[in-house]
């Protein structure tokens, strides 16, 4: 029988903490990074080389993928992990989120979500115990409850109507996930209540009422800007038990995580890596760069001559632009694979400077050199 | 200095041959398949992995890199190889047959052909020498000789005169390539005539009297189907040198490289399994396969059993099927390494078997089974 995953605090600095999170599939170390992979695959990526990134974990997206290929066929294809050859762990969100912003295709109803797919109009009806259904059969290490991401911005009677729905899916969810007696995986409640502190402390209190193996703060970088964010990060975090993992979800820029890890935030994921390498944006410690401009045409040097990753060791930035302005895949590719370092990189740096005390000084730093 | 380009023949089954082309940069291994890098990469794939795919050499298109990023640029930038990131040998091909291709824009005379790009409309005129100069500015290891490329079909009458003016460029591009006393470079020429074995006999000993490292056979495979190809191929190589590479230019499937190996022919280079790998089109040695097909969708096989690639290794036919049906730029990248492998087996089966004095039958074998 598989171990439960069981998250180990090592060193805290301040709010800041770094620890481990065991699961059957290996350790997560946190303060962490997840990259993104849609639809089975991190964008331009062979899986080894995002694992040679520093990635410990992958998340899927549970609306994509329940579209296609679909779950039932992932399940007969012995799962996410062996389809896409990712034996690491895999955290799959709920497809809620994704769900909610098709917008007028979307219904909203007690029982769940009705919606229409952006693929080719098919009418699908998403409760929790079919989400967490879904993410059984896609292998997920890591489920996430469903949960509805209230709009920004929201009136305090919306917001409050909002995360007593999630919650009420959240008690759901947690009931279809006992009842699969899935050992190994663990089941994350997503913390809802916008901009609201009385909203967010409610919402944390119920769902550590329910009981859930992590928990994610929900609702944040939905355009409320940084500091907005930062507010609620101030008190956010502490509301959530000390020992279980915190998962921001969806963040975010270098600066947004550097932030979040200082307030007591362990876990992240956000497509901005992989979706600036397609659209040639590279992120140095210098700060970020276009690599169409003309200024890269015969620049010798690599993305960041800081850099250990393995485009930045081969080659040069006028190499890069080349690749762009030639609509070349492999732009694209190398890009993201650096970017993934850059994220990676910016982790691990993290997580020895709370090791040793110094995790403020690293933010800053980091934020001084790279720009927020 | 650099040791010269040599050829040394290992081995020879009937008019089979295999052996070595030694270079400063490394030897090649013949027969060979050179994957095409037409803009500085080989569209999809990390040089590493072409490398591991089995290439000993790569083919640069001089007419796309003297128009982006610009010969003189990559001179700048430290050649090609450097640019890149392949460090073994790099054949550059002298551009005439794209020029050619490019049909309207295009204006032959004795001097040279003028052009417009078809990037931006820009004017520009090749003569043989200018193409020999943009070689060395990429820093080719192999040179082509600066030709046309006669239409198909031709009369005897038009065949003979463009291959009479071939020959005069190809005196020209001699000139200019001793000119520029490359140590360790080599410069092939290229032999014309169409489908006639008296044009192709004079084309031959005009080209052996001027003396080259290396002979290419043109004018093939542009449209007049493999039976009149191989009628050619029964007597072309024999009018070339034994003691030289022979290299068909622009071929081809599988079933045309072994059927011109047959007949004596050392290297080759042809898009087919790039340009497949981003067409969702598979070489396997039971047939190919189209994996767009529905009846992929849950195919759990790899692609080829019988392939020793990284990508039959680890993924399923059913993956690669749900990568093209949702786009995914992994689809291209994981089937273009394939292809490129099942070419490099394929090639290196073919040595061996020539090793082996049983060419015939692996060529018959794999014919068999692959279909032509």
Redesign the interface.
């Known amino acids: 029988m598989a171990e439960p995953v069981r998250f180990t605090l090592h060193a805290t600095d301040g709010r800041a903490r770094t620890g481990t999170i065991e699961t059957p599939r290996g350790a997560i170390r946190t303060p962490a990074f997840m990259p993104v992979g849609t ?3 991190v ?4 899986p080894a080389d995002v694992r040679a990134s520093g990635a410990d974990i992958l998340l899927g997206n549970t609306y994509h993928l329940m579209l ?2 679909g779950a039932e ?1 992932v399940a ?3 799962g996410l992990h062996r ?3 990712w034996p690491h762990p895999i955290l799959t969100d709920s497809g809620g989120y994704q769900v909610m912003s098709l917008g007028d295709l979307v219904k909203v109803s007690e029982e769940g979500v009705a919606f229409r797919s952006h693929l080719d109009g098919a009418r699908h009806f998403v409760t929790p115990e079919r989400a967490i259904e879904i993410q059984r059969l896609l292998g997920a290490d890591i489920v996430m409850a469903f949960d509805e991401c209230t709009k920004h911005p929201a009136t305090h009677e919306q917001a409050a109507r909002s995360m007593h729905l999630s919650m009420r899916w959240a008690e759901r969810s947690r009931a279809a996930f006992l009842e699969q007696e899935r050992e190994g995986a663990a089941l994350f409640g997503i913390q809802q209540g916008a901009l609201f502190e009385d909203l967010r402390c409610e919402s944390a209190a119920r769902l550590i009422d329910i009981g859930f193996e992590g928990y994610a703060i929900g609702g944040l970088a939905v355009g409320e800007g940084q500091q907005a964010m930062f507010d609620v990060l101030d008190y956010a975090p502490e509301q959530l038990p000390a020992d279980r993992p915190r998962y921001l979800m969806g963040v975010g820029k270098p600066a947004d995580i550097l932030g979040a890890v200082l307030r007591g935030v362990d876990m992240f994921d956000c497509v901005l890596p992989t979706r600036s390498g397609r659209t040639a944006q590279a992120f140095t410690r210098a700060g970020t760069l276009n690599l169409r401009n003309a200024r890269f ?2 620049d ?1 040097g690599p993305l960041d001559e800081r850099c250990p990753c393995p485009v930045c060791a ?3 930035r ?2 890069l632009h ?2 762009f ?2 609509g ?3 732009g ?3 890009l993201t694979e650096h970017n993934l370092w850059h994220y990676q990189e910016m982790m691990a740096g993290l997580r020895r400077a709370i090791h040793e005390g110094r995790a403020q000084a690293f933010a800053r730093g980091w934020i001084d050199q790279a720009g927020d």
Chains 1, 2 share one sequence.
């Open positions: 639809a089975a695959t964008k331009g990526m062979k296609r290929p066929r007969r294809l012995g389809f896409m050859d045409a015969e010798m081969r080659f040069s006028a190499y080349h690749l302005k030639a070349e895949m492999l694209p590719m190398l």
